[in-house]
């Protein structure tokens, strides 16, 4: 079982369009991360946000931590072809000694000009 | 340009054979990581090094897979036996100091064990 839910699984959208892929978990996690993986390569990573309520902004890319430290959303504004990829989420758990993380299934996401 | 590097990239190989998979971290990162990718549990942490110690391997299957670190260039992870169900992407991520810091992942490789 995942820790962590990524939805929707899968996205198809047109160039322009603008698009946003949720995690949701029912535990609190110190710190949350936001990786893009393209085929054939490994994640990188795009945010992290550590504070409950917080705003980041990448460029056409917003990053939201819920209030409750629980949750996460990521928004893209004007989605372009080379926003296509594999998006997973990362949560940081407060009972390991160590901060490990642990990942979500993802959501793949498809631009099509 | 620093990179993590993994070989090999692909191996095929018959259930029962000895698998064993090589990472290269960024220079000067003391923090490694080995994930495994599949469909159907996403990415998986499998063991956690910090200035070549293991720390965590708590996700690995511990009477055929083992993990180490002969030098701070080069980390291993081996499969004896490997089995149909360890076809994956085996991913190294290597960091700075912690893990809440960036880790870097390597490119992978792609294990079919037939």
């Known amino acids: 079982t995942q820790l962590l839910e990524q939805s929707p699984q899968f996205l198809s959208i047109q160039e322009g369009e603008n698009l946003t892929v949720y995690c949701n978990s029912s535990?609190?996690?110190?710190?949350l991360q936001w990786y893009r993986q393209e085929p054939g390569e490994g994640p990188v990573l795009l945010v992290t946000?550590?504070?409950?309520?917080e705003v980041k902004k990448l460029k056409r890319l917003t990053f939201q931590f819920g209030d409750a430290r629980k949750d996460s959303s990521l928004h893209i504004t004007a989605a372009q072809p080379g926003d296509t990829g594999l998006y997973l989420c990362?949560?940081?758990?407060?009972?390991?000694?160590?901060?490990?993380?642990?990942f979500g299934a993802g959501t793949q996401v498809v631009v099509t000009p | 340009d620093a990179r993590v590097t993994q070989t090999p990239r692909h191996k095929v190989t018959e259930m029962g054979q000895e698998v064993t998979m090589r990472c290269q971290p960024i220079?000067?990162?003391?923090?490694v990581f080995w994930y495994r990718q599949t469909m159907m549990q996403g990415l998986e942490l499998l063991a956690y090094?910090?200035?070549?110690?293991?720390?965590?391997d708590s996700g690995m299957p511990k009477d055929r897979f083992s993990a180490e670190m002969p030098d701070a260039t080069l980390a291993t992870l081996k499969i004896q036996p490997s089995e149909p169900r360890d076809s994956a992407v085996y991913f190294c991520?290597?960091?700075?100091?912690?893990?809440?810091?960036?880790?870097?992942f390597g490119p992978g490789t792609r294990l079919t064990v037939l």
């Open positions: 991520a290597s960091g700075r100091d912690s893990p809440m810091d960036e880790q870097f």
């Open positions: 535990s609190v996690f110190s710190s």
């Open positions: 946000v550590v504070t409950g309520g």
């Open positions: 990362a949560g940081a758990s407060l009972t390991d000694s160590w901060g490990k993380f642990q």
């Open positions: 220079l000067g990162h003391n923090t």
């Open positions: 090094f910090r200035n070549r110690a293991p720390l965590d």
